[in-house]
């Protein structure tokens, strides 16, 4: 038996990613006396600024945004009672086929081997039992998270650890209640483009093909509080327009893929340490 307490590890793409998709994780866990570690690989920079200035725009600042995400990010963790932060600082590659795609020093950018390597650094230190990061696609597409993934399971090859591995995701049920309350939360008038119509339909996965249904709503205002810690990005978190109660209603239970276990744990399961304790 080990003296060292059981460790969660999330690998997320930006500041408020852990929020939203593993925020109750990260609160119930640590609630439950687990290490919490999150790592955050790029700086956010190509957020919006000061004012809603979006990137690109005259008065964008990356530099400032980032600090101002830094801290941000600083007192999510705060409320999620988040162990440990370790940011990899990469640039912020923005959306898929933004210019900052190409950018010197952005994480799309960064050798998978390097990335890799710093996180098994993070690994060996921290020697996880349970890593979450994002499934091969980064749950939608976006560069950053595709990279978070590749870096992540390159990582776990490298450092030849064992622990639970779990990909985040949604059941199809849930992006389609989603979709509801987006309606419902006046953009009821807005005909969605039937492109992005098709792409949201895609994401996720339909429920009998998850694996682990955590619980989390006894956390949901920590979560909430937690996302409504990235101010400056409040114009583009819509789930901070429903207020608490809402918020934890659809929000309430985390979905993942599990990818990686050697506990023989029977699926689906309810608890991401399930067979570890």
Not at 215 to 241: C, M, R, W, Y
Request: net charge negative.
């Amino acid at each position: 038996m080990t003296d060292s307490p059981l460790t969660l590890m999330a690998v997320h793409a930006h500041p408020d990613d852990e929020a939203t998709g593993t925020g109750g994780v990260l609160a119930r866990y640590a609630a439950e006396g687990m290490r919490t570690v999150l790592v955050t690989c790029t700086d956010g920079g190509c957020g919006d600024g000061p004012g809603g200035v979006k990137p690109g725009d005259p008065g964008h600042d990356p530099a400032a945004v980032a600090l101002m995400r830094r801290q941000e990010l600083e007192a999510s963790c705060r409320i999620l009672k988040i162990s440990h932060l370790e940011m990899l600082d990469y640039a912020d590659s923005g959306m898929m086929g933004w210019p900052t795609n190409d950018a010197p020093g952005a994480f799309w950018q960064t050798p998978v081997a390097e990335g890799a390597a710093r996180l098994a650094e993070l690994f060996r230190r921290y020697r996880p039992d349970v890593v979450v990061t994002y499934d091969e696609n980064g749950f939608y597409g976006h560069p950053d998270h595709i990279q978070a993934n590749r870096i992540t399971m390159a990582a776990l090859a490298m450092s030849e650890l064992t622990p639970k591995v779990y990909w985040t995701t949604a059941p199809r049920s849930m992006m389609q209640r989603f979709g509801e309350v987006m309606r419902e939360f006046g953009m009821e008038g807005q005909e969605p483009d039937p492109a992005e119509a098709a792409a949201m339909a895609e994401i996720g996965l339909p429920d009998e093909e998850i694996t682990t249904w955590v619980d989390t709503s006894a956390f949901g205002g920590q979560k909430f509080d937690a996302l409504a810690a990235h101010a400056s990005q409040g114009e583009n978190i819509f789930f901070l327009k429903m207020g608490q109660e809402k918020f934890t209603e659809l929000m309430g239970v985390e979905t993942f893929v599990r990818v990686q276990d050697t506990t023989g744990a029977a699926v689906p399961e309810n608890d991401l340490f399930a067979g570890l304790r």
